[in-house]
């Protein structure tokens, strides 16, 4: 991968479409030089768009939930001859239905991607950063992070341990020139509801937010070195704050009533 000398440098995983591709999109116009990782057909074509915008664009078509995924990727990364100045760890899937009914390959390809590699990746970087005492990384969590999830039980538990990893690190770090900086966005206009099988649920079917408001937002916060972001609408930020208040089963309770399946025709 070349690089030009003066140009930050950018890691951004699951950056095909929806907030991923919209954040690449704000590293590009802000300077950056990125690799913009994924595991689907569309990542050339996010390239080509986002090399269109004047950055210095690199690809790398990868499943992350296998470990030898990761380590493709930091064998790439390591390659590059550049220093990560930035990582948005964006990477999730989804699923949606009752626990027990759902495959388990599905649930376990879930933890994998939006868990293990999460860990993995950071791993694997965070160390040159420290050394530098420079950097910034970014998680892509939820404000489902906030409340359990039934019928998406595992995916709100996965941003959960994000959000929780994110803020134990920030603190291990305060004393460094790294940042961690978690993103919260609410539901996005993304394919997202789609590949979870969430479309007939009253939150698949509700109004969402916009991916490129979400992840200019995130963006911002990053490069602020703030700890988190509530992007998107005002209704994240109160439904947030709801779920500090609220006991949990009552907040399970109202989430439910949003992710049932078949929801959405009721």
Do not use: C
């Not at 095909?16 to 057909?41: C, K, M, P, T």
């Not at 590949?195 to 079917?205: I, N, Q």
């Amino acid at each position: 991968m070349e690089q030009h000398d003066s140009m930050p440098f950018a890691v951004i995983t699951g950056a095909s479409s929806g907030i991923g591709y919209e954040l690449a999109a704000q590293f590009a116009r802000h300077g950056f030089d990125i690799l913009v990782v994924a595991e689907d057909g569309r990542l050339e074509e996010a390239r080509k768009e986002l090399s269109a915008q004047g950055a210095n664009v690199e690809s790398l078509r990868v499943d992350l939930a296998r470990f030898e995924g990761v380590e493709t990727l930091n064998r790439q990364i390591q390659a590059s001859g550049h220093p990560v100045d930035a990582l948005a760890i964006n990477a999730g899937v989804g699923v949606s239905g009752e626990f027990w009914k759902t495959p388990l390959d599905a649930q376990l390809n879930l933890v994998n991607l939006n868990v293990t590699s999460a860990v993995h990746l950071t791993h694997r970087v965070l160390p040159a950063m420290v050394m530098r005492n420079e950097g910034r990384i970014l998680f892509t969590s939820s404000i489902a992070a906030t409340t359990p999830g039934p019928f998406m039980s595992s995916y709100n538990a996965s941003k959960a341990f994000l959000k929780s990893f994110a803020e134990g690190i920030r603190n291990e770090l305060k004393d460094t020139g790294v940042t961690v900086t978690t993103l919260m966005p609410g539901a996005t206009e993304t394919d997202f509801f789609r590949r979870a099988g969430a479309e007939d649920t009253k939150l698949g079917a509700s109004e969402k937010d916009d991916a490129a408001e979400v992840a200019r937002e995130g963006f911002d916060a990053l490069m602020a070195g703030k700890d988190h972001v509530i992007a998107g609408s005002f209704k994240n930020k109160v439904q947030a704050t709801m779920a500090h208040v609220l006991p949990d089963p009552m907040t399970a309770d109202m989430h439910r009533k949003q992710s049932e399946p078949g929801s959405a025709h009721r």
